[in-house]
């Protein structure tokens, strides 16, 4: 009971409060990488330790033994899930509101040197494509 409190606790005010506005983010895979990080590094200092059975000393969890001990969706997938919904509700408000507008907008001038950077719209695309609706525009 008390363990579920705090990761109750830790997901409320932590993880959530680190998520805020997770929808509208465009990030990179090293971004989502170090989200992934900090979300074991946090499970871990709750679960703390194991005591390995061969030879008798403590070490750390391993990323699947977490994913064992926490069976909820990493944070990744919480991100893609909110990303996809919040893209959902700007193409069903249509073209009344300014949302829209500045997603469907082309900006002007001319386009920077070096590589492009990556937008939030082609972060909707590869999660498109992850879930299989490929093909959508």
């Not at 403590?58 to 996809?84: A, F, G, Q």
């Not at 997603?103 to 990556?118: A, N, T, V």
Request: glycine share 8%; hydrophobic share 35%.
């Amino acid at each position: 009971m008390f363990m579920v409190l705090v990761i109750y606790v830790l997901y409320i005010y932590v993880i959530y409060k680190c998520m805020y506005g997770c929808g509208t983010w465009s990030f990179t895979l090293t971004e989502e990488r170090r989200l992934r990080v900090f979300e074991n590094r946090a499970l871990r200092r709750v679960f703390g330790p194991k005591r390995d059975e061969v030879t008798g000393e403590w070490r750390k969890l391993h990323n699947e033994e977490l994913n064992d001990l926490y069976c909820s969706p990493n944070i990744s997938r919480v991100i893609t899930s909110r990303r996809m919904r919040w893209a959902g509700n700007v193409a069903r408000v249509g073209e009344r509101r300014g949302v829209y507008r500045v997603w469907l907008g082309e900006p002007e001038g001319k386009r920077p040197l070096w590589r492009p950077r990556r937008r939030w719209e082609d972060n909707i695309k590869m999660d498109l494509e992850e879930a299989g609706c490929g093909g959508m525009d």
